[in-house]
């Protein structure tokens, strides 16, 4: 019998990720990551998200209706580095960091899996939305889910071929309104338990005044200007925005206004136009090239420059030893430094059975990496 540790947040996925294993005839450890083990218990509350003592309770309740061991395993030097100072950096850059992607792959992956190992067992599992294909070229893939609303494969194109051939993802084949029905079913509490939306380590989404604590920094503002270098108003500091925002920029232009760039250099936030913000190019580097191992030759692509981006066509090539160039077909808006750009292998299919409308549906992800 093949054993799977399975990483339990204490929601609903993760529970019937479990359950379902179970019942595939795997033997099931679960397993929550806790991350804010050295704080008091009412800031473990407010701060913990997916890994807090809510979670660990919920997870713990699961585990003995399952009848499964269970174990809390303490992740906080892993997150604190690979995550919350990445983070905090980022913005500090002007960039805009994904730190959902950066706990992936180093925390519910990379350090989840080596102690999986250690103890025994042949894999993980998580409650993602998402499928592991092995492709014809033998080489392991991230297969989109059953239901594009739901699809989380985005947030996994960084995955190294080991561990995609240690990771067992089945809640990949079900929609969310059926996971849900599958926990009823089973008596689960937790069915009905509300996705979290937040992240994590910010949960009131203060992202400002969370760096500025964290980093023991002060954030001064500074000059909101237009690219030719017009001072047009004062701004809050460079942490306080991102690319493509509009609101809350806190002036009155007379046009909607949005931000096109960030520089930290000059403590500058450069704003424009909705038509200044387009652009059919993207620079990407940090590439991770999961279905291919790497790229030979220009392709054509479907692709995400964000998680709720529908995707569009564009075309990459090699502009350098670890870096593409994405040409678009249409141009695109906002797009922002520091983000994930994914790379889909894509059919178009009919909207409805019989229908003359197209739409363009992913299948599995080629690559990425992240935008310069």
Sequence with gaps: MKTVVVGMSGGVDSSVAAYLLKKQGFQVIGVTMQIWQDEDQVTQEENGGCCGLSAVDDARRVASDLQIPYYVMNFKEEFKTNVIDYFVEEYLNGRTPNPCIACNRYVKWEALLQRSLAIGADY?????????????????????SKTSAKDQTYALYNLTQEQLSRTLMPVGEYTKEEIREIAKEIHLQVAGKPDSQDICFVPDGDYAAFIEEYSDRNIPEGNFVLSDGTVLGRHKGITHYTVGQRRGLGLALGYHAFVLEIRPETNEVVLGTNEEQMTDTVRANHLNFMAMGDLTEPLRVFTKIRYNHRGAWCTIEKSGEDEVLCTFEQPQRAVTPGQAVVFYAAEERPKTEGSSEMYTRAEYVIGGGIIL
């Design 124 to 144: 993980i599992a998580t409650g993602h939305y998402a499928r592991i294909e092995k492709l014809p070229n033998g080489r392991y893939t991230i297969a989109c």
